[in-house]
């Protein structure tokens, strides 16, 4: 009887060990691909060429991540990013574009986010080192001299002007280098793509942003003909002269949501919709006011970042959320093809997944609640016809009283006609209930389902927006408020003055709504 060879088993046990590598290795690029289609590649592309379906919506466009050139970095100028370079852009977005934070991602999540990334070009970050960043220079009206001469003299002026309002005089010209056009920053806004303390300015400055105009000054003694010894009080000089250009508040007037949870408050349960909606209830005053930034998917030469104030209520049967923003135009007209109107919506997620927040997708969808200034002005002077408001001194043939009524002027509405819910007569809401499983994928619900309610009002600075809606709800295409559960929620504005209109607007990203005694 012959014997198995002695180390036979030692062959299939590393036969076995091997595949069972494989395997793992398999499943978790299995799972870093799939995270990233759930949440990147809509904008960046399946291949990372930032080229993605939704690409087309959003300025600046999506990074290109085939050619391992980052704007926030932490390394010096042409140095690939480190891993936490790439982790922390996941984490806090890029304020004022249309990159969101996903703060709400697990940390190993991010990180199999950040391997999948570095993938798409072959970036290999073993050894590059940080910029060390000095201990910072107490600032003073002589060092802030210094940067604003240091600022002038190297040419920061010419991209973001004298003022630093980003209009200098190269401003209208920069493209960065996928070609597309790119606006200096505004510095007077507070708001930085890569964070906006003393720290994240000396790295912007000293490492510059690659793949775009702004080029490294880490070098400033050379290029100014000083001391390499006073390199360090050269670039505190610049910095401490930027942030003294800053003439705009962050916008953060109230608490920031912690973990991104936002509390509803309860209050009583003899509160009807009247109540909620009234802008003035006092009960307001007991709910907790939050901060939520949202930034412009398309950019404007005007605001592309600012802050909503959120609250929320409930009570055994409805529930209430309340935005208030600042516009200082009221735009409410929307019957000329020159007439954008101002917006408000609420999206939930149906099925408590925080997915694509562009509207959902076919596996998440979302239930939105959309409030729109023309419709509250419709209903607040209950007129049904668009002509009337827009044209309130006309002279028609309708006037008539022996004229053929249906020549009148109502017989010309194409809207109305077509069986647009823009143009139904006889509005009592100002709010549209509608559901999507992606852009362009919103559906209007059926008026019989439309349980929404809102009212909306401006005091000549601001907006002032409450939803409101029964907690329960029996389709399935909605989302339920039960108590103890946390619901995803995000927002969404539209300033008419800015022609905003469909995914032209500024959004947040997801946060999470509970309902708390």
């Known amino acids: 009887m012959n014997k198995k060879p002695q180390n036979s088993n030692r062959i299939i046990f590393w036969w076995i060990l091997a595949g069972t590598m494989i395997c793992t290795l398999s499943a978790q690029d299995q799972s870093e691909e799939n995270l990233y289609k759930e949440y990147c590649s809509n904008c960046h592309g399946l291949d990372g060429g930032g080229n993605g379906e939704l690409s087309y919506l959003v300025f600046p466009k999506p990074r290109d991540f085939t050619n391992g050139l980052f704007k926030i970095k932490s390394t010096p100028a042409g140095q690939p990013p480190i891993d936490e370079d790439i982790y922390r852009t996941i984490i806090k977005g890029m304020s004022g574009t249309a990159m969101p934070s996903f703060s709400f991602l697990k940390d190993s999540e991010v990180h199999a986010l950040v391997e999948y990334i570095k993938k798409f070009g072959n970036i290999n970050n073993q050894g590059v080192a940080k910029i060390k960043i000095p201990d910072i220079l107490p600032a003073n009206s002589e060092l802030i001299e210094l940067g604003k001469s240091i600022y002038m ?33 505004d510095f007077t806004s507070g708001v930085y793509l890569g964070g906006g303390t003393h720290n994240d300015l000396y790295l912007r400055f000293v490492g510059g942003m690659d793949g775009t105009p702004m080029p490294s000054f880490g070098n400033l003694a050379e290029v100014l003909g000083k001391p390499k010894a006073e390199e360090n009080k050269l670039a505190w000089a610049l910095v401490h002269f930027v942030k003294s250009l800053e003439t705009q508040s962050n916008g953060f007037s109230h608490k920031q949501p912690e973990d991104g949870k ?25 709910a907790e006011t939050y ?76 239930d939105i609640w959309f409030w729109k200034a023309e419709w509250q002005i419709r209903a607040n002077e209950r007129t049904d016809s668009d002509i009337v408001l827009a044209y309130a001194n006309r002279v028609s043939d309708s006037d008539v009283a022996t004229y053929p009524i249906l020549m009148n002027d109502m017989a010309y509405l194409a809207g109305r006609d077509a069986g647009n819910i823009n143009s139904e007569p006889g509005k009592t809401s100002p709010v549209e209930n509608v559901s999507a499983v992606g852009p362009q994928t919103v559906t209007s619900f059926r008026e019989h389902e439309q349980k929404v309610m809102g009212n909306g009002s401006w005091d000549g600075k601001k907006w002032r927006v409450v939803f409101i809606r ?48």
């Not at 209208?172 to 790119?182: A, E, F, R």
């Not at 936002?262 to 802008?279: I, N, Q």
């Not at 919506?345 to 998440?364: K, N, R, V």
């Not at 989302?479 to 929620?489: A, L, R």
């Open 291 to 366: 901060s939520i930034p949202i930034s412009r998917l398309w950019q404007s030469d005007n605001v592309n970042y600012q802050m909503v104030d959120v609250q929320a209520l409930y009570n055994s049967k409805y529930i209430a959320v309340k935005l208030e923003w600042e516009d200082p135009s009221q735009d409410q007209e929307l019957y000329r093809v020159q007439d954008f109107q101002d917006g408000a919506a609420l999206q939930f997620s149906i099925d408590g997944t925080m997915g694509f927040h562009g509207m959902g997708s076919e596996d998440h969808p979302t």
């Open 262 to 286: 936002l509390v509803a408050a309860k209050t009583s349960r003899f509160t009807k919709p009247d109540g909620f909606m009234d802008l003035t209830f006092t009960k307001w005053n007991r």
């Open 153 to 185: 003299e190297v040419g920061c002026n010419k991209c973001h002007g004298n003022s630093g309002k980003g209009d200098g005089t190269s401003s209208q010209i920069l493209v960065d280098s996928q070609g597309y056009p790119i606006i200096p920053k």
């Open 470 to 517: 029964k907690l329960k709800s029996n389709s399935g295409q909605k989302v339920n408020f039960i108590k103890g559960k946390s619901i995803p929620i995000a927002f969404a504005i539209w300033n008419g003055s800015e022609r905003d209109r469909n995914g032209q607007k500024m959004v947040s990203n997801w946060y999470e709504l509970e309902l708390k005694d």
